[in-house]
């Protein structure tokens, strides 16, 4: 049973920095893309980042491009968003989501496998 355990969310000012990271586990077959989506309140989830099995291929939304990085260390089965300059419209549940995917990745919201998400607020 494929498990998504996200963490390091938090209240952090405008302009400032978190690492968000999803614990995995449970996989039985190989090429798992993990994506990061996000959802404010009244506002339908967002896919913001993800990345390929392999590390290689990566995508993020216009919303954040330049501002987050995503990578994964397969070593652990664990996957790092980190969220740098950080606005107020950042504010939101994060969630990693994972299902298996052969080649790249995808922003849409087709995965099957889902964390219980962090909550992650940019206020000063």
């Known amino acids: 049973q494929v498990q998504l355990v996200e963490s390091g969310g938090g209240l952090v000012q405008p302009g400032g920095s978190l690492r968000l990271s999803c614990a995995a586990s449970?996989?039985?077959?190989?090429?798992?893309?993990i994506a990061w989506f996000r959802q404010a309140p009244g506002k339908e989830r967002e896919g913001i980042s993800c990345?390929?099995?392999?590390?290689?291929?990566?995508q993020y939304a216009h919303s954040v491009k330049g501002r987050f990085t995503i990578a994964r260390d397969n070593a652990t089965n664990t996957v790092y968003l980190h969220l740098n300059s950080l606005k107020p419209e950042d504010t939101a549940v994060y969630y990693c989501?994972?299902?298996?995917?052969?080649?790249?990745?995808?922003?849409?919201?087709?995965?099957?496998?889902w964390g219980q998400g962090t909550q992650v607020t940019v206020s000063s």
């Open positions: 989501a994972s299902d298996h995917w052969p080649v790249g990745c995808t922003l849409r919201n087709v995965y099957d496998y």
């Open positions: 990345i390929s099995n392999s590390g290689t291929i990566t």
């Open positions: 449970g996989f039985t077959t190989d090429f798992w893309a």
